[in-house]
């Protein structure tokens, strides 16, 4: 099922499929170096929380949605995303990493996550 995580890693069914890795197998540390990556970004005098992640090129059906919160109860969809960029691919797969991010509130507590669904 998309929501099940076969090998006990962890990592939903569905989301291994955006990140174009096997869902048959365990994540091992280099799988789990292509899982998304948090940072920050400042661009055209505005500064983002960003996530960064490979997104299988062939992927269909898939929504992802950037999300953000305040304290990781209530979560509120930005879409689009307040910055969104390829910003790669990957060397063996050719799938582009993309960055997306949400403006910075300027507080110390800011949470950023992907909501991930298909039909």
């Not at 970004?41 to 992927?59: M, P, S, V, W």
């Not at 797969?93 to 993309?98: E, F, L, Y």
Request: glycine share 8%; no cysteine; charged share 15%.
């Amino acid at each position: 099922s998309p929501s099940g995580t076969p090998e006990n890693d962890g990592v939903p069914t569905l989301l291994k499929y955006l990140y174009n890795l096997n869902p048959t197998t365990e994540i091992n540390a280099a799988n789990r170096a292509l899982l998304p990556s948090v940072g920050t970004l400042t661009t055209g005098g505005n500064k983002y929380i960003t996530l960064t992640y490979r997104k299988y090129a062939l992927e269909k059906g898939i929504t992802v949605n950037v999300q953000t919160s305040a304290d990781l109860k209530t979560w509120t969809t930005v879409s689009p995303p307040d910055y969104s960029a390829q910003v790669g691919t990957t060397p063996d797969t050719n799938d582009p990493i993309v960055e997306v991010g949400v403006l910075s509130n300027g507080t110390n507590k800011q949470f950023i996550r992907l909501d991930v669904t298909m039909p």
